[in-house]
């Protein structure tokens, strides 16, 4: 039994909700998003709830019930609240700015790097705090986005240097022992 299938979805004041055969859209005051989910998936909409039943109890079907289900979720609560993903910069010199829409990085490199958001992403830059917030309605979409940037810079496990996530823990290794002379 699919816990996370089985729960309704409620939907909000504000936000209406499209569903024709397996493609749901979604529209709210942030913006409107526009899934193609899987066909055996049987998607209902009744006073303002969502419910996803499956067709059958194979495994598969059970887990595509689950996934489904989160699916549509994340649509609403995107229209409605959004997403964003906090990245830190540690290290001398590391440096985010923001120039127009298109995010600047001095990350060690001999050149910067540029960063330009896909449609429906927006960075916000601290550049006391060292932080860049990546905002969206689309959850996978603010998430590949935030895993790109960090991928330019991981954090090393040395100096703890590169680009985090805010709360990601970086594993320290000690270094040279130093030498023994006798």
Do not use: C, W
Not at 77 to 99: A, H, M, S
């Amino acid at each position: 039994m699919s816990r996370i299938g089985n729960m309704p979805i409620n939907i909000p004041e504000g936000v209406k909700v499209s569903i024709e055969g397996n493609r749901v859209q979604i529209e709210g005051p942030k913006g409107k998003l526009v899934q193609v989910l899987r066909p055996e998936m049987l998607i209902k909409f009744e006073a303002g709830v969502i419910s996803v039943e499956r067709p059958s109890e194979e495994p598969q079907m059970k887990a595509f019930h689950g996934l489904t289900r989160s699916l549509i979720n994340n649509m609403v609560v995107g229209v409605t609240e959004g997403f964003e993903k906090i990245l830190q910069i540690v290290g001398v010199g590391y440096r985010p700015r923001l120039d127009g829409k298109v995010l600047i990085l001095n990350v060690g490199f001999s050149h910067e790097v540029r960063v330009k958001p896909a449609d429906g992403i927006t960075f916000d830059v601290d550049t006391k705090a060292r932080t860049i917030r990546v905002h969206g309605i689309d959850k996978q979409l603010v998430g590949h986005t935030a895993a790109d940037i960090r991928k330019i810079k991981p954090p090393e496990p040395y100096k703890g240097k590169g680009i985090r996530y805010q709360g990601e823990y970086v594993k320290r290794k000690a270094g040279k022992a130093g030498k023994v002379v006798a």
